[in-house]
């Protein structure tokens, strides 16, 4: 009889621990993604397993979180760009709707917050948020 009210009490106890767990999603590593912004807390980390340039793309695994600053030049197929940055090009995944509805021009400068996508022996970026910088 008495484990109830124990089972009862431990419940109570932990319940008010489990909204600060509410914002975290395993393996999350782009919050803007997710409709957060920059500067609005939360917790942030680059590990060394982190991709900030189009070269590092070709020796990542897939999955490795990126974030790539540069220009988008051309289209390669419907949802698929060529991305250029200071160290070489890299073909990334951009979901129309990743655009919301803004113009990039190769002259425009973005920011891409995605993860490696290892396609039978090819690597690209899958991007989940695309960020004008400078038009």
Known sequence: ????????????????????????????????????????????????????????????YDDTPCELVGHIINQVSYDRYTFKDKSGTVVVDIDRKKFRGQEVTPRTVVRLLGEVDSNHGRREVDVDYLEIIRR
């Open 1 to 60: 009889m008495r484990v109830i009210p124990a089972l009862l009490l431990a419940i109570a106890l932990a319940a008010p621990a489990a909204p600060a767990f509410a914002d975290f999603v395993p393996g999350d590593h782009h919050p803007e993604a997710r409709g957060h912004k920059p500067g609005h807390g939360g917790f942030h980390s680059r590990g060394a397993a982190y991709v900030t340039s189009a070269a590092q793309v070709a020796g990542a």
